[in-house]
């Protein structure tokens, strides 16, 4: 079985960690997986994800900035269009290809490749990262978009034979918007990597270094990840923990922003802004803080609780994001309003109950490590992927 997977860039994201994780599995189970993307960047990843088979265009593709209607549309053209070059070049050899989030799919139906086709969507069309700003500020952005969602229903429903999805709550919106089932398979995380014990030595078990509680939030710096809560939350913690500190990973379009909420609220000194950074270094924080923060909206699942939680961290989680149903129904972590207040509350109940919090955090690792790993999460959407072949196999057979 030959697979190319194609996603839009290749970074150290979650979508992105997912999809490298999965084809990394796939080839240790026999099957020949492949990924197209327009930009690669794996320098923040782990080594062995770099021997994966890249297909990339002849000449570097750099990501657009998306600053208003114009700059939206052109840079979903030309991602779509160098998409749909790419793929017309390297599909032919591959048994089956498998877009992930937009534009891919609407490009692998533009290039014809004549093969079966898995949709693995982690999100359905929204305004999300970039262009939730351009789409709150833009009344004629606005009316693009609903037009935009019309030809994704129709690109959908014409050309993507099963749709394997992340979470119950992205199952929902694939239902609402497509009036299409289809198949959860929870991505993983690499829990002997996260809970690896001989690393935990160098951390500094939940303080900072003047003493206090250190506050964690990953995410790419915009507004769905909600990091400004985060720093307005620690402006009211201050009260109570003048020696707290707030660690921000991530980079993004909301740093400027961010900045200067924590210089208004008198707290620049206390967020620490650490960029980007390598997945040894994001467990050493996960080891190093005392309470994950993720009050994350627009999230329709979201690896980082789970990895806290294999780490030996709790996380604090908003209500509505996919990972929160699981978090509240296996007791494994606080799921909260996301409120600036709701989430000081919180950090506090954490900080003042450590047994409470262990058995937690104990009861989140045992689930993580039996069910979230990423071998499960291969071998579902391997037995996908056989079935779809299989199925077109004996439609060929039935037309002689």
């Not at 877009?99 to 609407?106: A, G, K, S």
């Not at 490590?369 to 039935?398: I, P």
Request: a positive charge; proline letters at 4%.
């Amino acid at each position: 079985m030959k697979v190319l997977f194609v996603t839009p860039h290749i970074f150290a994201g979650g979508a992105e960690k997912a999809v490298l994780n999965l084809v990394y599995q796939l080839n240790s189970m026999g099957c020949d997986a492949s990924i197209a993307a327009l930009s690669l960047d794996i320098s923040k990843l782990p080594s062995h994800l770099s021997k994966l088979n890249f297909i990339l265009p002849e000449k570097p593709f750099e990501q657009s900035v998306m600053k208003d209607v114009g700059t939206v549309l052109a840079s979903a053209l030309r991602e779509v269009t160098s998409l749909v070059e790419l793929l017309r070049k390297s599909s032919k050899s591959f048994n089956l290809v498998c877009p992930c989030n937009f534009p891919t799919y609407w490009a692998t139906y533009l290039a014809r490749t004549k093969k079966p086709i898995v949709w693995l969507s982690s999100e359905v069309l929204a305004p999300y990262n970039q262009t939730k700003d351009v789409y709150d500020r833009s009344p004629l952005f606005r009316i693009v978009f609903i037009i935009a969602k019309f030809i994704d229903k129709l690109i959908v429903n014409s050309s993507v034979d099963p749709i394997v999805t992340c979470s119950e709550l992205n199952s929902l919106l694939i239902k609402e918007r497509y009036g299409r089932d289809s198949i959860v398979l929870h991505t993983g995380v690499d829990y002997d990597f996260f809970n690896a014990e001989a690393h935990k030595g160098s951390a500094l078990s939940g303080m900072n270094k003047t003493g206090g509680p250190m506050l964690l939030h990953v995410g790419a710096l915009m507004q769905r990840k909600n990091q400004i809560l985060s720093v307005r939350a620690l402006k009211t913690l201050k009260s109570h923990l003048s020696s707290a500190k707030l660690v921000l990973v991530g980079e993004g379009p909301w740093k400027p922003i961010l900045q200067a909420e924590a210089r208004k609220l008198g707290v620049e000194k206390d967020v620490t802004f650490s960029g980007s950074v390598s997945e040894e270094k994001l467990r050493g924080l996960y080891y190093a803080c005392a309470v994950n923060l993720f009050p994350v909206k627009d999230q329709t699942w979201g690896l980082v609780p789970f990895e806290a939680l294999a780490a030996g961290k709790p996380s604090i989680v908003a209500k509505g994001c996919g990972a929160a149903e699981y978090i509240a129904r296996e007791k494994i972590g606080i799921v909260i309003e996301p409120t600036v207040q709701n989430l000081a509350d919180a950090v506090m109940f954490v900080l003042k109950n450590p047994d409470m919090t262990e058995d937690m955090v104990k009861r989140g690792q045992l689930f993580v490590r039996e069910n979230l790993g990423w071998d499960k999460y291969a071998s579902g959407v391997y037995s996908v992927f056989q079935k779809v072949l299989s199925s077109k196999s004996r439609s060929k057979t039935d037309q002689f």
